[in-house]
């Protein structure tokens, strides 16, 4: 079974927020409510997100400063934040918001089917993070188990980095066309970078899954760092 990508949406209003979960719900993800700054802050001391949906204009702890708070913690710091802000103040008020850490900033009223496709580039490239996460926490397991079986099993370390492989293969093959949708689509610039990150991602990965073939000298120690 697939698990949920999980998507944060902080507004201090109850009918906004049940206008982003109308909006967002067609994508089939868990979304979860944050009616202030630090009570979004304590659901990602406890959750992972695919994104947040930060609304600017709050009391007490506003959007700018919320998400200063999530881009100094280092669990969070790499989740994308969409701002969302009825007051348009013009450009220097818009690069206050991408200062703070935004990937996108949106003013109200928006387009639904905007924000949609826009949720779910970010839902897409989450799951395909964590897709190579758990491939990576596998073959680190397989590769401890031989390293303490000896040579008994030679043959089974072979056959695991094959399987890996071809579903590296499926995953750069879905990489590459999304990339190619994003600039079919002319997505904005964040979108693309979250999307070039992923393929350097993938990149080192299928380095560290050549350089442990038989005869390479490779080890289990070059993986790349997952973050």
């Not at 979304?31 to 979004?40: I, K, P």
């Not at 093959?173 to 994003?182: H, I, V, Y």
């Amino acid at each position: 079974m697939v698990q949920k990508a999980k998507i944060l949406l902080v507004d201090d209003r109850p009918e906004n927020l049940l206008a982003l979960e109308a909006i967002l719900s067609a994508l089939d993800q868990t979304l979860v409510r944050a009616s202030s700054g630090e009570e979004a802050l304590k659901a990602l001391l406890t959750d992972d997100f695919a994104v947040i949906l930060l609304d600017v204009q709050m009391p007490g702890m506003d959007g700018f400063e919320t998400a200063a708070h999530i881009k100094r913690r280092e669990r969070t710091r790499d989740i994308p934040i969409i701002f969302l802000t009825a007051i348009n103040h013009g450009p220097h008020h818009t690069f206050r918001g991408y200062a703070a850490g935004a990937v996108d900033y949106i003013s109200k009223p928006f387009d639904p089917w905007v924000l949609r496709a826009k949720v779910s580039v970010f839902v897409e490239l989450y799951m395909k993070n964590c897709k190579l996460r758990e491939q990576a926490a596998l073959l680190r397991l397989q590769l401890e188990g031989d390293g303490h079986a000896g040579g008994a099993h030679e043959k089974e370390p072979a056959g695991l980095l094959a399987e890996l492989s071809a579903r590296l293969a499926a995953v750069e093959e879905q990489a590459e066309a999304l990339s190619k949708q994003l600039d079919d689509e002319s997505a904005d610039a964040a979108a693309v970078a979250t999307a070039a990150h992923l393929e350097r991602k993938l990149t080192g990965l299928r380095r560290a899954l050549d350089a442990l073939e038989p005869g390479t000298g490779g080890g289990a120690g070059i993986l790349p760092a997952q973050n």
